[in-house]
């Protein structure tokens, strides 16, 4: 009973911290799936998104010339919401411009794809480094998201609480559109068989745009989340882009629940190794990888190979 | 016709050694600027880096060193031993650099320092603090510029025990820095009365410290003792303060370095720790120093100078003002005058004279503790709590550790 209530709290946090791995993923999985296409520029598109969040919520007031007395007069919590908003529709356009540069490789060997998307991600790094310095920057947010609360006889983060909430409502709502609207029935029609789809009469460029556009503002939103809890500095997305890459491995590639129960299992991993073999705990990541795919080669829900079915 | 050729061998020889003379005068003085760019100390390597090149360019501005220009190489260490080794490597034996200078991970000072040992070159750790350093990773040609962990805890601990409490629980970064700092916090605490009741290894690299403050909390300690560096720290300190824990336990938190404080909410800077300088001391040269690094660097995010560049900026001006003594810059030379190395407090902008000691080649300097200076302006972020004088702050056990390789079997090295 007493090692239950010491574990407890730490399943508590593990849980919440594997929802924020599922929703770094969760972009991830969507390129993946439909495209085929690792984007290793998933990390600086999380990285992208919090310093766009960063310049919306607290903007150079010479930028902002006469409008600055009225734009911070905005409470905080209207900025962040903002936030919310406008930077993953900006990341998301950088998405696009990244899989228009992609369209090239399609068809061609799966390497060139990697190649580009692994410079694209050193490209919005350095440009990261090269507008807002190197130095590490921290996100504002509201105060009624930040503080701690007591729970028993232990204090917990009010942020890490929204951050969870946050994203098991971000998961439920993509999970909604893939699974209840028409475009969500086309992106996974192109995830399962994409030349079906065009033979179908729909537009897959324009599917793989939009597609990838809404992997890259996920992942710009996981970002905004994530960077009060990881901190804020140019190569921040490489802490997001390593985990997404497991994860999605580890669910399964191109399953949507594959990422979201290999997140959640990565974050248990973490967060219990953390507390009782600290010096285990990024590692743990890796040998559950291991453990898993060692017993079940496609990952938890990963589609069945021909020879498989 | 013998004795003609004789003469003519003469002659020759001396014309060829009066041109390499001449040749060497010109040649510059090269230093191998061995400091991170990336990785988890890449923002200290950066401040690092900013503290020789302004002595360098200093220095250049006089006339360089022995009448000979100073350039320097630098290449990125990555905060990697394997990298800084490989960078050593390629510095001494492709770039012929006559001097190494740069860093701030301990793991990456010690491999670069076998590489320079085997081939003589002098090399100055600037700002890694493991005990190790001085301690049995020393060598000949190895000289440490920092306070190191057994230097800061010799500071704080006693005073923290008497204070705080007995029960303490160590946070440790999972590399030589970290284990080293918080053996000899252990070994301080227990010596004064405290029970360590837990030790938590803290992987690099690590973001997220929430199932460790969690732990931390079911342990409920008296002091939290952090030996966490770079950006694993920054990470630690948002946490830690968004939680409220850093006025519930008394953290202490070692070496706080300026780069990895500099720009947080000052809500972050709980508990005590220790520096070796600050930007803000009221001592004789010290508002001139900081004049001079903001005109040297006016767009830099950093708005003053920090211990880090403090300890790049003097371990290269005591490397050069060496080689100007010693007339020379053959290694074994310059070594001997480094060894005797004494700095006066007024020129060293410190409350206590400076010193090399020469067996463990560790610069013995005043220890600062501080707090946060919660009332200050933006960059005042640091209120100094005491000085402690180099004699009181001395880590004992480095001289039984350290074992220096003779002169013979140090290779000459004369660029």
Same mark, same amino acid.
């Given at each position: 009973m007493e090692l239950l209530h010491g574990l407890l709290p730490h399943i508590v946090n593990g849980f919440a911290l594997g929802v924020l791995f599922a929703l770094i993923a969760l972009g991830f999985t969507l390129i993946v799936g439909v495209m085929e296409v690792i984007n290793l520029a998933h990390g600086s598109l999380f990285a992208l998104g919090a310093y766009i969040a960063l310049v919306v919520i607290s903007p150079d007031p010479d930028i902002l010339?006469?409008?600055?007395?009225?734009?911070?007069?905005?409470?905080?919590?209207?900025?962040?919401?903002?936030?919310?908003?406008?930077?993953?529709?900006?990341?998301?356009?950088?998405?696009?411009?990244?899989?228009?540069?992609?369209?090239?490789t399609y068809g061609k060997k799966k390497e060139y794809g990697l190649l580009l998307t692994f410079g694209a991600a050193l490209v919005i790094e350095e440009t990261i480094r090269l507008f807002w310095g190197p130095a590490e920057q921290s996100l504002q947010i509201p105060a009624q998201i930040s503080g701690a609360f007591i729970a028993g006889d232990m204090i917990y983060s009010n942020y890490r609480v929204f951050a969870a909430l946050f994203g098991i409502c971000a998961i439920a709502v993509v999970w909604l559109f893939l699974d209840r609207t028409p475009y969500g029935s086309i992106i996974k029609a192109g995830a399962h068989d994409s030349e079906m789809v065009q033979a179908l009469g729909i537009n897959l460029p324009r599917l793989r745009l939009l597609v990838f556009g809404f992997g890259a503002g996920l992942a710009a939103l996981a970002g905004i989340i994530l960077t009060p809890i990881w901190g804020l500095r140019p190569h921040v997305g490489v802490d997001a882009v390593i985990p997404a890459f497991l994860i999605i491995v580890l669910g399964g590639i191109g399953s949507f629940w594959g990422a979201v129960a290999g997140g959640i299992l990565v974050g248990l991993a973490v967060g219990? +190794?953390?507390?009782?073999?600290?010096?285990?705990?990024?590692?743990?990541?890796?040998?559950?990888?291991?453990?898993?795919? +060692?017993?079940?080669?496609?990952?938890?829900?990963?589609?069945? +190979?021909?020879?498989?079915? | 016709m013998l004795k003609n050729l004789t003469r003519l061998l003469l002659a020759a020889s001396t014309a060829a050694g009066l041109a390499?003379?001449?040749?060497?005068? %010109?040649?510059?003085?090269?230093?191998?600027?061995?400091?991170?760019?990336?990785?988890?100390?890449?923002?200290?390597?950066?401040? %690092?880096r900013r503290g020789m090149l302004m002595e360098i360019e200093e220095f250049n501005a006089k006339g360089g060193v022995l009448g000979r220009k100073i350039e320097t190489i630098h290449i990125d260490t990555e905060t990697t031993p394997a990298t800084g080794s490989r960078v050593a490597e390629r510095l001494v034996s492709r770039d012929k650099v006559g001097f190494l200078v740069g860093a701030v991970s301990s793991g990456v000072a010690n491999a670069i320092s076998q590489v320079a040992q085997k081939h003589g070159v002098i090399y100055l750790n600037t700002n890694s603090s493991s005990p190790t350093e001085s301690g049995k990773n020393c060598h000949r040609v190895k000289f440490v510029w920092d306070g190191n962990g057994t230097n800061f805890s010799q500071a704080a601990v006693k005073s923290s025990v008497d204070s705080f409490g007995k029960e303490w629980l160590l946070l440790t970064n999972d590399y030589v820095w970290g284990h080293n700092t918080s053996a000899a916090t252990r070994k301080l605490a227990e010596a004064n009365g405290a029970k360590i009741v837990d030790e938590i290894l803290v992987p690099q690299g690590t973001r997220d410290f929430s199932a460790i403050l969690l732990k931390a909390q079911q342990i409920d300690p008296n002091v939290i003792a952090a030996a966490i560096g770079g950006d694993d720290q920054k990470a630690m300190?948002?946490?830690?303060? %968004?939680?409220g824990l850093g006025e519930k336990y008394a953290w202490l938190n070692n070496q706080q370095d300026w780069p990895d404080i500099y720009g947080l909410p000052k809500e972050n800077l709980f508990g005590v720790f220790g520096t070796t300088w600050y930007y803000n001391l009221d001592l004789p040269g010290v508002s001139d120093f900081v004049k001079r690094y903001q005109a040297m660097y006016p767009d830099t995010s950093m708005k003053v100078p920090g211990n880090v560049f403090?300890?790049?900026?003097?371990?290269?001006?005591?490397?050069l003002e060496?080689? *100007?003594?010693?007339?020379?810059?053959?290694?074994?030379?310059?070594?001997? *005058?480094?060894?005797?190395?004494?700095?006066?407090?007024?020129?060293?902008?410190?409350?206590?004279?400076?010193?090399?000691n020469a067996k463990t080649h560790q610069m013995q300097q005043t220890i600062y503790l501080a707090k946060a200076n919660l009332k200050g302006e933006e960059d005042d972020m640091f209120t100094i709590v005491t000085n402690t004088s180099p004699e009181d702050a001395v880590d004992a056990g480095a001289e039984q550790t350290c074992k220096l390789e003779s002169f013979e079997e140090t290779p000459v090295y004369e660029p």
């Open positions: 010339g006469a409008f600055a007395d009225s734009y911070f007069s905005l409470p905080l919590v209207v900025r962040y919401a903002l936030a919310l908003l406008v930077a993953p529709l900006l990341v998301a356009a950088v998405g696009f411009g990244l899989e228009i540069c992609l369209r090239r219990i +190794t953390g507390a009782y073999a600290t010096d285990w705990s990024i590692l743990s990541m890796y040998l559950l990888l291991i453990l898993v795919l +060692t017993f079940r080669a496609r990952g938890l829900f990963g589609k069945k +190979t021909v020879l498989e079915q | 390499s003379t001449a040749v060497s005068q %010109d040649k510059p003085i090269v230093i191998g600027i061995t400091s991170d760019a990336s990785g988890q100390y890449a923002n200290s390597g950066a401040s %690092d300190r948002t946490q830690v303060a %968004d939680l403090y300890n790049g900026y003097w371990a290269t001006r005591s490397l060496a080689i *100007e003594k010693a007339g020379t810059t053959n290694n074994h030379a310059v070594i001997k *005058e480094l060894e005797q190395l004494k700095i006066p407090a007024d020129v060293r902008m410190q409350h206590h004279d400076a010193y090399m």
